[in-house]
């Protein structure tokens, strides 16, 4: 895992072997980023980060100067390698939660997100329902942006908040922007 830029920028962390992630590849989270840095002011961001893998998207957030990043992770293993990244960096802005992604958005309460991303196993079964998930919720403030990592199998073009497609390689993001709600004058 390599983070890109930043205060972390050219860090690179060796994952275990036996880890079962799909890593983001660093060519898409690149050119991802660069989009990003176009569309967020870092330093205000709270982010979340599901389906956090190996913490890359996480770690290449708090690098760029989010605020703070909550990751979600199921694994275990994952968890650890993540500890252990954000122990040698001396991170205290990350919010590591083991558990269940979907048990996570059906139980939390009283927070709110600037920043969502989510890689989910591209055969995740709930993979066409995710989206709606988020953005029918309060988890992802008026004006913030969720990102869906998915396979190219995907279209989600047609439903509401839907920005753009980007692809980079085998690697498709969908980005949503959860419009303000106006107000009657």
């Known amino acids: 895992m390599r983070i890109i830029r930043g205060k972390y920028g050219h860090r690179r962390f060796k994952a275990p072997a036996s880890f079962h992630a799909r890593p983001t590849t660093d060519f898409a989270k690149e ?3 660069n989009v990003l ?24 957030m708090l690098s760029r100067g989010c605020r703070s990043v909550t990751a979600v992770e199921t694994n275990y293993k994952h968890i650890s390698f993540i500890e252990k990244v954000a122990k040698t960096l001396n991170i205290n802005e990350l919010n590591l939660i083991r558990g269940d992604v979907l048990r996570y958005l059906s139980s939390v309460r009283n927070v709110s997100f600037g920043l969502i991303f989510a890689d989910p196993p591209y ?21 913030g942006f969720f990102i869906l ?3 190219k199998n995907k279209d989600f073009s047609t439903l509401p908040y839907f920005s753009q497609r980007r692809v980079y390689g085998a690697v498709n993001f ?5 419009a303000k709600v106006k107000k009657d004058a």
């Open 31 to 33: 050119n991802l980023f």
């Open 37 to 60: 840095d176009n569309l967020v002011e870092w330093e205000s961001m709270d982010a979340l980060d599901l389906f956090s893998g190996t913490g890359s998207i996480a770690f290449e």
């Open 123 to 143: 055969d995740f079964p709930a993979m066409p329902d995710l989206p709606n998930l988020i953005l029918n919720s309060s988890l992802l403030r008026e004006g």
């Open 149 to 151: 990592e998915h396979s």
């Open 174 to 178: 969908s980005i949503f922007v959860k």
